[in-house]
């Protein structure tokens, strides 16, 4: 590898990797994300290859492994260049079929085509699925075009260029007064100002000079991968915006923060920073500027509450993660008690587009006080689930139904939860609210870091604010009294309404110790800790009501509060229940209906899931 | 073996206790009290500092594990889409509560917080290998392959 010793190289560089590309090549391009992982693509993948192999195809067809493209649902995703043709759910067995007719004959495999549900019509290209057409990919949407593994691939697209303009034309100052000026805010949750954070880290005073620069990938929202989408599939924006963040505050030394759970993240990451060191665009002497810096990616211990800086700070110091006081904050004393300046993944990969394009090109974006897009991850009852990345100031109601393709089996919405176990479920009437930072705060939730989890009718508010309670009750550190022992106790408040033990009075006491947690708290994690409480009371106190008045759970959830039964018209007798029921409490002869012991029954669902007649009842 | 060895590696490091920790733990698969003891007197950090890092992370794990690790996630997707179901059901039929091990030592379950595959919930994995949509009726087969592959 050449070194890239002027911005002029690297001009060259992307000019002559943008020559040899060969637009007219055939590259079968296989989505290696996460989702696609989980349902198969990497058997995929090496049948691809062996196909490829055997036809002696390796000169005409190129193979790209790219990170998540977005659409999960749809997954292992196929995208088929220059034709621009997206095979959806493709399987090891489709491989052979997909070489033949499409690679050689070019004819389409019509059957693995996304259907589109509402006009039921094929879609054979990507950018015609309604759901990308919704959306505004301007962070995420490089991502089907890189291996992540190539530098190149990022360097062809324009990579890099923007730190060269930021290095060789602009003054750190300059930097930062851009990035204040396109009005950026922090996409970890707090939806801090960059610009601000930056620039209060700049001036904090340091004796000998050192600053440091952070990247948090400590992405702890349970329901949320965008971070492990980019950093897996597009790592060079990262680094690129950390350096220009580390040129603008003179910092020479950077760590990235990588979730424990993450391996493939940290991999691709490491080979990421290898590489842009071996091109000379990190390390010493960065493009022959004289600047120097250089990154370190530390591995988490899986805790949720290092997502906090100052937790997250002791964590890299390699203490136990515990937040202190944040009288001062960690931008004038943060990591070793250096002025720090710490960004999610995602504002980090905000910044090169914010240099390249400029401040006011970028503030154009979104609303009056968010700017630019979100990547949202829309998870749970919906339809097209995935990563979907949204100018700010769109509705609730189109990311659910425009891009996510609304509620699957006819089922009724009920909630959309975001802003992770710190935000809250907000119901229908605020569907049409615009996702911004302020919108979402005022009705009692919060951006977050990008979960949205919708849930339908079958969900019961309880049972997700019992939820969250006890990942909040096991996620605190420990330090400080109101969050440990102010979560325990709601925890066994709201476990008795979910038993059926509820009293009057319950949900004020629930009220009123929220108040206490979140004002004596010592961290964000304690502080916001009531919020899935609080929301699901303030809308949804009936469903609470039905819980410690009518001894019911109205979403059929709760197991202390249902019961299962047979419906003796819909039973054939089949036997299908009898033989999955783990402590035999259904009886019946063959092809006669069946009867369920109440007493032996232990509510696990089994038979409701084997039933191929609906004939199982919950009440 | 090879604990000094991945001291000696990382003694360097600014920060070398966490690195340390995972990397033993990699190998052994788990951390016992000798080798926290050795790697406190080794990196000169004492050893509350080191048990209580040990403690305090999920990653670390403080017994050993079986042969196959199980690992449920509870994260919010998950959970909607019934993880807990499944959960309940894996713990009748190993017969053991996240964090145990069975007593044959075949299988260590465990449950984690998000493993940020949401999109496919609930998920389960067993070694590295994956399982999205799962439900309570897939796991019986599933477990029998890992008993007698």
Known sequence: ?619 | MDIDKIIDENKGLKIPLIPVLLKIQEIEGFLSESTIRHVSRRLSIPLSQVFGVATFYSAFNLKPSGVNKICLCEGTACHVKGSTRIREKLERILGVKPGETTKDGIFTFTTINCMGACAMGPIMKIGTEYFGKMTPGKVDSIIKEYISP
């Not at chain 1, 050449?2 to 990797?17: C, F, G, H, Q």
């Not at chain 1, 890189?146 to 730190?163: E, Q, R, T, V």
């Not at chain 1, 930097?175 to 949750?189: D, P, Y």
């Not at chain 1, 979907?388 to 139904?401: F, H």
């Open chain 1, 1 to 619: 590898m050449v070194k890239i010793k002027s911005p002029e190289d690297l001009a060259s560089l992307t000019a002559k990797l943008q020559k040899e590309k060969n637009t007219e090549e055939i590259c079968i391009t296989v989505c290696m994300g996460p989702g696609c992982l989980t349902c198969g693509s990497q058997k995929v993948l090496e049948s691809l290859k062996e196909e490829i192999k055997k036809r002696d195809l390796q000169e005409k067809v190129q193979i790209k492994e790219t990170g998540c493209h977005g659409f999960c649902q749809k997954g292992p995703i196929l995208l088929i260049k220059p034709a621009g043709i997206f095979y959806q759910q493709v399987i090891k067995r489709d491989i052979p079929e997909i070489i033949t007719e499409t690679i050689i004959n070019n004819r389409i495999v019509e059957r693995l085509l996304y259907v589109d549900p509402i006009l039921n019509s094929k879609i054979i290209k990507e950018k015609d699925v309604p759901f990308y057409k919704s959306q505004y990919r301007l962070v995420f949407g490089d991502n089907s075009l890189i291996d992540p593994h190539k530098i190149d691939d990022y360097i062809s697209l324009g990579g890099y260029s923007a730190l060269a303009k930021a290095l060789f034309e602009m003054t750190p100052v300059q930097v930062m007064e851009e990035i204040k000026n396109s009005g950026l805010r922090g996409r970890g949750g707090g939806g801090f100002h960059t610009g601000r954070k930056w620039e209060s880290c700049r001036n904090a005073p340091s004796p000998d000079g050192v600053r440091y620069v952070i990247c948090n990938a400590d992405e702890g929202d349970p329901g949320a991968f965008m971070d492990r989408g980019l950093l897996e599939g597009n790592p060079h924006r990262v680094i690129e915006g950390m350096i220009i963040g580390a040129y603008a505050i003179s910092s020479n030394e950077g760590y990235a923060y990588v979730r424990n759970e993450y391996p493939l993240a940290v991999a691709n990451l490491n080979i990421a920073l290898e590489l842009a060191r071996e091109y000379g665009l990190l390390g010493k002497d960065i493009m022959g500027s004289g600047f120097d810096f250089d990154i370190l990616v530390v591995q988490g211990g899986g805790a949720f509450v290092c997502g906090e800086s100052t937790a997250l700070m002791a964590s890299i110091e390699g203490k136990r993660g515990e937040p202190r006081p944040k009288h001062i904050h960690t931008s004038e004393r943060g990591l070793w008690n250096k002025p720090t300046a710490l960004n999610n993944v995602e504002t980090w990969a905000n910044v090169p587009i914010i240099i390249k394009k400029g401040a006011e090109w970028f503030s154009q974006i979104g609303t009056e006080r968010s700017k630019g897009t979100k990547i949202f991850s829309l998870v749970g009852k919906i339809n097209n689930t995935g990563l979907v990345e949204v100018p700010m100031g769109i509705s609730l109601r189109d990311i659910v139904y425009k891009i996510g393709g609304g509620i699957p089996d006819g089922k009724k919405f009920k909630a959309i939860q975001t802003g992770g176990p710190s935000g809250g479920c907000l119901p229908e009437e605020l569907l049409d609210l615009p996702v911004d930072f302020d919108e979402l705060t005022k009705v009692g939730s919060m951006m977050g870091s990008g979960g949205m989890i919708v849930m339908d009718e079958n969900t019961c508010m309880v049972d997700i604010a019992k939820y969250f309670l006890k990942f909040l009750r096991d996620e605190s550190c420990g330090k400080c009294v109101p969050c440990r022992e102010g979560l325990k106790r709601m925890v066994q408040i709201i476990e008795d309404i979910t038993e059926g033990k509820g009293e009057p009075g319950h949900l004020e006491l629930l009220e009123e110790l929220t108040q206490t947690v979140k004002e004596a708290s010592l961290c964000g994690l304690g502080k916001t800790a009531p919020n899935p409480v609080l929301s699901t009371i303030r809308y949804f106190r009936d469903e609470y009501e039905a819980h410690i008045m009518d001894k019911k759970c109205p979403a059929l959830v709760c197991k202390n509060l249902i019961e299962y039964s047979i419906d003796e018209l819909l039973c054939t007798g089949c036997g299908s229940c009898k033989r999955a029921c783990p402590v035999m409490a259904i009886s019946g002869e063959k092809l006669y209906p069946h009867t369920l012991d109440m007493e032996k029954c232990i509510k696990c669902g089994i038979c409701l899931e084997k039933c191929p007649f609906d004939a199982i009842k919950i009440s």
